[in-house]
T-cell receptor, first 113, second 111 residues
Protein backbone atom coordinates (compact mmCIF):
# COMPACT_ATOMS: atom_id res chain seq x y z
CA UNK A 1 0.00 0.00 0.00
CA UNK A 2 1.18 3.49 -0.84
CA UNK A 3 1.81 5.66 2.16
CA UNK A 4 1.98 9.45 1.93
CA UNK A 5 2.91 10.98 5.27
CA UNK A 6 2.52 14.62 6.18
CA UNK A 7 4.63 15.65 9.14
CA UNK A 8 1.92 17.47 11.11
CA UNK A 9 -1.85 17.05 11.35
CA UNK A 10 -2.34 20.44 13.01
CA UNK A 11 -0.06 23.47 13.03
CA UNK A 12 -0.47 26.97 14.46
CA UNK A 13 1.89 29.74 13.38
CA UNK A 14 2.04 33.51 13.54
CA UNK A 15 1.81 36.08 10.75
CA UNK A 16 5.19 36.71 9.15
CA UNK A 17 6.74 33.39 10.21
CA UNK A 18 8.43 31.12 7.68
CA UNK A 19 6.53 27.83 7.69
CA UNK A 20 7.62 24.44 6.39
CA UNK A 21 5.19 21.65 5.57
CA UNK A 22 6.80 18.28 4.90
CA UNK A 23 5.53 15.36 2.86
CA UNK A 24 7.15 11.95 2.40
CA UNK A 25 6.02 9.06 0.18
CA UNK A 26 7.34 5.52 0.33
CA UNK A 27 6.50 4.16 -3.14
CA UNK A 28 9.20 5.71 -5.32
CA UNK A 29 6.67 7.96 -7.09
CA UNK A 30 8.06 10.49 -9.52
CA UNK A 31 5.21 13.01 -9.24
CA UNK A 32 4.36 14.91 -6.06
CA UNK A 33 1.77 17.63 -5.52
CA UNK A 34 0.67 20.23 -2.99
CA UNK A 35 -2.98 21.32 -2.87
CA UNK A 36 -4.90 23.48 -0.47
CA UNK A 37 -8.54 22.89 0.37
CA UNK A 38 -10.93 25.64 1.43
CA UNK A 39 -14.70 25.56 1.99
CA UNK A 40 -16.53 26.61 -1.14
CA UNK A 41 -13.34 26.63 -3.23
CA UNK A 42 -12.48 22.94 -3.25
CA UNK A 43 -8.94 21.68 -3.82
CA UNK A 44 -6.58 23.99 -5.67
CA UNK A 45 -3.12 23.13 -6.92
CA UNK A 46 -0.24 25.14 -5.46
CA UNK A 47 2.86 23.45 -6.91
CA UNK A 48 3.88 20.11 -8.27
CA UNK A 49 7.10 18.28 -9.06
CA UNK A 50 7.73 15.52 -11.58
CA UNK A 51 11.32 14.79 -10.62
CA UNK A 52 14.00 15.63 -8.09
CA UNK A 53 14.86 19.35 -8.17
CA UNK A 54 12.07 19.98 -10.71
CA UNK A 55 9.01 22.05 -9.88
CA UNK A 56 6.12 23.63 -11.68
CA UNK A 57 3.68 26.29 -10.55
CA UNK A 58 0.09 25.29 -10.11
CA UNK A 59 -2.94 27.54 -10.09
CA UNK A 60 -2.21 29.49 -6.89
CA UNK A 61 1.59 29.60 -6.28
CA UNK A 62 1.76 33.15 -4.89
CA UNK A 63 3.21 33.27 -1.39
CA UNK A 64 4.54 29.72 -1.57
CA UNK A 65 7.68 27.93 -2.69
CA UNK A 66 8.66 24.26 -2.75
CA UNK A 67 11.72 22.09 -2.44
CA UNK A 68 12.40 18.59 -3.76
CA UNK A 69 15.94 17.57 -2.91
CA UNK A 70 15.13 13.85 -2.64
CA UNK A 71 12.64 11.81 -4.60
CA UNK A 72 10.59 10.78 -1.58
CA UNK A 73 10.26 14.21 0.02
CA UNK A 74 8.41 17.33 -1.16
CA UNK A 75 8.34 20.39 1.06
CA UNK A 76 5.98 23.35 0.89
CA UNK A 77 7.31 26.64 2.23
CA UNK A 78 5.29 29.67 3.22
CA UNK A 79 7.90 32.41 2.96
CA UNK A 80 6.06 34.89 5.21
CA UNK A 81 2.83 33.42 6.52
CA UNK A 82 -0.34 35.46 6.24
CA UNK A 83 -3.82 34.89 7.67
CA UNK A 84 -5.24 34.11 4.21
CA UNK A 85 -2.99 31.05 4.12
CA UNK A 86 -4.98 29.44 6.92
CA UNK A 87 -6.21 26.28 5.24
CA UNK A 88 -6.05 22.50 4.94
CA UNK A 89 -2.96 21.48 2.97
CA UNK A 90 -2.91 18.15 1.16
CA UNK A 91 0.08 16.40 -0.35
CA UNK A 92 -0.25 13.73 -3.05
CA UNK A 93 2.00 11.53 -5.16
CA UNK A 94 1.70 9.38 -8.27
CA UNK A 95 3.75 7.40 -10.75
CA UNK A 96 4.91 9.19 -13.88
CA UNK A 97 3.11 6.95 -16.36
CA UNK A 98 -0.20 8.07 -17.80
CA UNK A 99 -3.40 7.20 -16.00
CA UNK A 100 -2.02 6.59 -12.56
CA UNK A 101 -4.14 7.50 -9.53
CA UNK A 102 -2.96 10.09 -7.06
CA UNK A 103 -2.44 9.02 -3.46
CA UNK A 104 -3.03 11.54 -0.71
CA UNK A 105 -1.74 12.15 2.78
CA UNK A 106 -4.08 12.91 5.69
CA UNK A 107 -3.53 16.65 5.39
CA UNK A 108 -2.16 19.41 7.60
CA UNK A 109 -4.63 21.88 9.04
CA UNK A 110 -2.64 25.11 9.27
CA UNK A 111 -3.82 28.14 11.23
CA UNK A 112 -2.04 31.48 10.88
CA UNK A 113 -2.77 33.86 13.76
CA UNK B 1 -9.87 27.32 -18.00
CA UNK B 2 -10.89 23.83 -16.95
CA UNK B 3 -13.93 23.56 -14.71
CA UNK B 4 -15.33 20.59 -12.90
CA UNK B 5 -18.80 20.78 -11.39
CA UNK B 6 -20.53 18.37 -9.03
CA UNK B 7 -24.25 18.27 -8.42
CA UNK B 8 -25.81 17.99 -5.91
CA UNK B 9 -23.61 19.60 -3.26
CA UNK B 10 -25.24 17.45 -0.59
CA UNK B 11 -27.41 14.36 -0.56
CA UNK B 12 -29.16 12.43 2.20
CA UNK B 13 -30.60 8.97 1.53
CA UNK B 14 -31.91 6.07 3.63
CA UNK B 15 -29.76 2.99 3.95
CA UNK B 16 -30.13 0.48 1.13
CA UNK B 17 -30.88 2.96 -1.63
CA UNK B 18 -28.99 3.00 -4.91
CA UNK B 19 -27.73 6.46 -5.75
CA UNK B 20 -25.95 8.43 -8.46
CA UNK B 21 -23.49 11.27 -8.04
CA UNK B 22 -22.86 13.56 -10.99
CA UNK B 23 -19.73 15.24 -12.28
CA UNK B 24 -19.39 17.46 -15.35
CA UNK B 25 -16.22 18.83 -16.91
CA UNK B 26 -15.53 21.40 -19.62
CA UNK B 27 -12.27 20.18 -21.12
CA UNK B 28 -12.91 17.38 -23.61
CA UNK B 29 -9.16 16.71 -23.94
CA UNK B 30 -9.31 14.47 -20.92
CA UNK B 31 -6.78 11.78 -20.04
CA UNK B 32 -8.78 10.32 -17.20
CA UNK B 33 -11.42 11.06 -14.61
CA UNK B 34 -10.81 10.09 -11.00
CA UNK B 35 -13.25 9.65 -8.14
CA UNK B 36 -12.17 10.08 -4.53
CA UNK B 37 -13.74 9.76 -1.13
CA UNK B 38 -12.92 12.13 1.74
CA UNK B 39 -13.91 11.51 5.36
CA UNK B 40 -14.15 14.55 7.68
CA UNK B 41 -10.75 15.98 8.56
CA UNK B 42 -8.93 13.41 6.45
CA UNK B 43 -7.15 13.17 3.14
CA UNK B 44 -8.57 11.71 -0.06
CA UNK B 45 -8.88 8.03 -0.85
CA UNK B 46 -8.79 7.01 -4.51
CA UNK B 47 -11.90 5.01 -5.51
CA UNK B 48 -11.88 4.66 -9.28
CA UNK B 49 -9.96 5.96 -12.28
CA UNK B 50 -11.53 5.88 -15.75
CA UNK B 51 -9.23 6.36 -18.69
CA UNK B 52 -10.44 8.44 -21.65
CA UNK B 53 -10.67 5.29 -23.78
CA UNK B 54 -12.95 3.57 -21.25
CA UNK B 55 -16.68 3.89 -20.64
CA UNK B 56 -16.83 2.62 -17.10
CA UNK B 57 -14.99 1.10 -14.16
CA UNK B 58 -16.32 -1.01 -11.32
CA UNK B 59 -15.09 -1.74 -7.82
CA UNK B 60 -17.40 -3.65 -5.52
CA UNK B 61 -20.62 -1.65 -5.07
CA UNK B 62 -19.20 1.31 -6.98
CA UNK B 63 -19.49 1.90 -10.70
CA UNK B 64 -18.18 4.97 -12.46
CA UNK B 65 -19.00 5.93 -16.04
CA UNK B 66 -17.46 8.42 -18.43
CA UNK B 67 -19.06 10.16 -21.41
CA UNK B 68 -16.48 12.43 -23.03
CA UNK B 69 -18.83 13.77 -25.69
CA UNK B 70 -21.22 15.20 -23.11
CA UNK B 71 -18.50 16.03 -20.57
CA UNK B 72 -20.07 13.92 -17.83
CA UNK B 73 -19.15 11.23 -15.35
CA UNK B 74 -21.37 9.49 -12.85
CA UNK B 75 -20.57 7.50 -9.72
CA UNK B 76 -23.19 4.87 -8.95
CA UNK B 77 -23.30 3.45 -5.42
CA UNK B 78 -25.41 0.31 -5.01
CA UNK B 79 -27.16 -0.64 -1.77
CA UNK B 80 -25.82 2.31 0.19
CA UNK B 81 -24.64 1.83 3.79
CA UNK B 82 -24.05 4.30 6.65
CA UNK B 83 -20.32 3.69 6.20
CA UNK B 84 -20.58 5.25 2.74
CA UNK B 85 -21.24 8.63 4.36
CA UNK B 86 -18.46 10.93 3.21
CA UNK B 87 -17.70 13.62 0.66
CA UNK B 88 -17.15 12.33 -2.87
CA UNK B 89 -14.95 14.30 -5.23
CA UNK B 90 -14.32 13.90 -8.92
CA UNK B 91 -11.21 15.23 -10.63
CA UNK B 92 -10.11 15.61 -14.22
CA UNK B 93 -6.62 14.89 -15.56
CA UNK B 94 -5.96 16.61 -18.89
CA UNK B 95 -2.37 15.41 -19.12
CA UNK B 96 -0.56 18.03 -17.10
CA UNK B 97 -0.20 15.43 -14.32
CA UNK B 98 -2.07 17.54 -11.76
CA UNK B 99 -5.81 17.26 -11.24
CA UNK B 100 -8.65 19.76 -11.42
CA UNK B 101 -11.22 18.98 -8.74
CA UNK B 102 -14.92 19.53 -8.34
CA UNK B 103 -16.22 20.89 -5.03
CA UNK B 104 -17.63 17.53 -4.01
CA UNK B 105 -20.94 15.97 -3.01
CA UNK B 106 -21.46 15.43 0.71
CA UNK B 107 -23.34 12.15 1.15
CA UNK B 108 -25.21 11.14 4.30
CA UNK B 109 -26.68 7.62 4.44
CA UNK B 110 -29.26 7.35 7.21
CA UNK B 111 -29.46 4.02 9.10
Amino acid sequence: DVKVTQSSRYLVKRTGEKVFLECVQDMDHENMFWYRQDPGLGLRLIYFSYDVKMKEKGDIPEGYSVSREKKERFSLILESASTNQTSMYLCASSLSQDNQPQHFGDGTRLSIL
Amino acid sequence: KQEVTQIPAALSVPEGENLVLNCSFTDSAIYNLQWFRQDPGKGLTSLLLIQSSQREQTSGRLNASLDKSSGRSTLYIAASQPGDSATYLCAEDTGRRALTFGSGTRLQVQP
